[in-house]
């Protein structure tokens, strides 16, 4: 079976399974994260308080914990969740929104991979550098200044956490320390709307609910996001007409269109 192959089937899969996708995420993108995820073929709750998060997780067939519109509240629902999220061997996706931007940030992704076993970082070139120490400046939630080998940076915190990273940009790049994917599909359009990188999480999420092998899953998730951005350009006069094609194109993707469209390269560290 080929790559795109495999990626297909993945796709099909998460349509089939509809995991539940548990986000502990930021107000600003908890709509849009929510239809992606009802789009890519999962079930969305978006569940925060420290009183159900155990509970809730229970359910899940993966957690995504986003620090987007941060508070010490939402770190401390975060932890319950994950740590029972690693109790019942639930994938955990962590999307470190800003970090490098403030101390807050910074110090609040640390705890959550030092003190859980996340099984993917999503993050930019500049988030990943600056939690892998490896430089990146961050203004607010965007890089302004990208690390010079967003490669080693991933491999650096694949090192630090022993866990897959996913470094999304022109290409995205993801690694488990042996293993790295190379996906090349996406589109400009991408960065007119706020909340992209935090949707991919999501996507990455579904994916990883159907598919243990975490490199695989994420780079297959991305690729497939990437790609829907691409067959959605051509309508798109604008912003809002993109977002709206973007969205369909996300739920129509069949698997004719990921073997066709799909660009990931495999190779080793």
């Known amino acids: 079976m080929t790559l795109n192959e495999r990626i297909a089937v993945l796709r099909e899969q998460v349509r089939q399974q509809r995991p539940l996708i548990h986000h502990i995420t930021n107000f600003v993108v908890m709509n849009d994260t929510a239809n992606v995820t009802l789009h890519i073929g999962g079930l969305p709750v978006m569940a925060h308080d420290r009183a159900e998060v155990a509970e809730m997780v229970t359910a899940a067939g993966a957690l995504v914990l986003n620090v987007g519109t941060l508070s010490p509240d939402w770190i401390e629902a975060m932890l319950i969740a994950g740590r029972r999220a690693n109790e019942l061997g639930i994938p955990i996706v962590l999307d470190p ?152 194109a996300i739920y129509h993707l069949s698997a004719d269109q990921i073997r066709t469209g799909a660009r990931v390269t495999l190779g080793t560290e």
């Open 97 to 248: 929104v800003g970090a490098g931007a403030t101390t807050l940030r910074t110090t609040s992704n640390r705890r959550l991979l030092e003190e859980l076993q996340i099984s993917i970082v999503r993050g930019n070139s500049g988030e990943i550098g600056a939690l892998a120490g490896m430089g990146g400046v961050v203004k607010g939630v965007e890089t302004v200044v990208e690390v010079d080998n967003p490669l080693a940076a991933a491999q650096a915190l694949v090192r630090q956490y022993q866990t897959v990273v996913a470094v999304t940009g022109r290409r995205d790049i993801v690694t488990d320390g042996t293993r790295v994917f190379m996906v090349d599909n996406g589109h400009e359009w991408l960065k007119t709307l706020t909340g992209t990188g935090c949707s991919a999480t999501t996507v990455i999420a579904a994916f990883a609910a159907v598919e243990r092998d975490y490199p695989l899953a994420a780079a297959a998730a991305l690729a497939c996001f990437g790609l829907a951005a691409e067959i959605a350009a051509p309508a798109a006069r604008g912003p809002a007409s993109f977002k709206v094609a973007f969205y369909d």
